[in-house]
């Protein structure tokens, strides 16, 4: 079984000073340019959140210094540079913890998804494989969230996040039966109370995955398995973009909007329809829009017909 294979078995089987304006550049992945050489830059906050931001970040290097034998010394630190949008920060503060604890599932779990951030695709698949490997039976927990939702309920747990971002991931290397088979297993994790949540963005992805490998059918019954009239605890962005998906709900009933996850379902839309005009300005308008770019949109424009690799 080749390396693709043994993955996918797997997936199946169970602060300084105020930031800087511009993202330094580091072996950790690409931070300062997207996959379509655009200029990427941090996040601009307001004065509030970034002084919030910035102490933050402080309090996760102090707690490091004072307990750089805690696991979660090391992932709050590259949890809170994340938030503050340096990924590439974040993914070498994952890397000394992973020195200090090289089979933590958790380490693995994080530095995978500011990989992807950092487009460092085939690194952070790597390191959702390794996170499950070294899980093993370990029973499944809730995640922490740094970032609660309305309510500061947490729905998603360690095994379930492992197993949909290696989908989410897998889409940006073109190998789709791996975001439909993972999407499916990450939604079975789910735990009762937030199903109805996790059924939107696996939809989402399932979706946009049959429909780049042509198989239109299972697309709909994917989209069209979504009802209307769901109440959700923090996915209603997913929602929206499901129900423009579906044909509920028009680009023009959203608005104006700037978020990435609706526009590029209506990018995906127009691709699909045969508008490559109005789709690749759309998915320019994304990353233009978003100071660190966005992967998906960015891989749809640099590789629109990429193949996984074999």
């Known amino acids: 079984m080749g390396g693709a294979g043994i993955v996918?078995?797997?997936?199946?089987?169970?602060?300084p000073a105020s930031v800087a304006a511009q993202p330094a550049?580091?072996?950790?992945g690409q931070c300062t340019t997207s996959l379509i050489g655009t200029p990427l830059t941090l996040p601009k906050f307001s004065e509030a959140t970034q002084k919030r931001l910035d102490q933050d970040i402080e309090i996760a290097r102090a707690a490091l210094r004072i307990a750089p034998d805690r696991e979660d010394s090391h992932i709050w630190l590259g949890r809170r540079l994340d938030y503050a949008g340096r990924i590439c920060d974040a993914v070498d503060a994952f890397s000394d913890g992973l020195k200090t604890f090289p089979n933590s599932y958790k380490l693995y779990r994080f530095r995978a998804r500011d990989l992807t951030r950092a487009r460092q695709f085939d690194a952070a698949l790597a390191d959702y494989s390794k996170a499950l490997e070294l899980m093993g039976d370990t029973p499944d927990s809730?995640?922490?969230?740094?970032?609660?939702?309305?309510?500061?309920?947490?729905?998603?747990?360690y095994r379930g996040n492992i197993v949909y971002y290696y989908a989410q991931t897998s889409f940006a290397t073109g190998d789709y039966q791996s975001v439909v088979?993972?999407?499916a297993k990450s939604l079975a994790l789910a735990a009762d109370f937030a199903r109805d949540d996790m059924r939107v963005p696996t939809a989402y992805w399932t979706y946009i995955a049959y429909r780049k490998m042509g198989?239109?059918?299972k697309a709909r019954a994917a989209i069209d398995a979504i009802e209307p009239g769901l109440k959700l605890i923090e996915n209603d962005i997913y929602y929206?973009?499901?129900?423009?998906m579906q044909g509920r709900l028009k680009p023009a009933d959203v608005g104006a909007t700037k978020d990435s996850t609706i526009k590029f379902a209506i990018a995906m839309e127009r691709r699909f329809a045969s508008d490559e005009a109005g789709a690749k300005a759309l998915l320019a308008e994304i990353i233009a829009e978003n100071a660190q770019g966005h992967w998906p949109s960015e891989a749809e424009l640099a590789a629109p017909d990429r193949l996984p690799r074999r």
């Open 25 to 28: 550049a580091t072996s950790a």
């Open 8 to 15: 996918l078995a797997l997936l199946l089987a169970a602060a």
């Open 181 to 183: 088979d993972g999407m």
């Open 240 to 244: 929206q973009a499901v129900q423009i």
């Open 142 to 157: 809730f995640e922490p969230d740094g970032l609660p939702n309305p309510i500061g309920l947490t729905i998603s747990t």
């Open 215 to 217: 198989e239109h059918a």
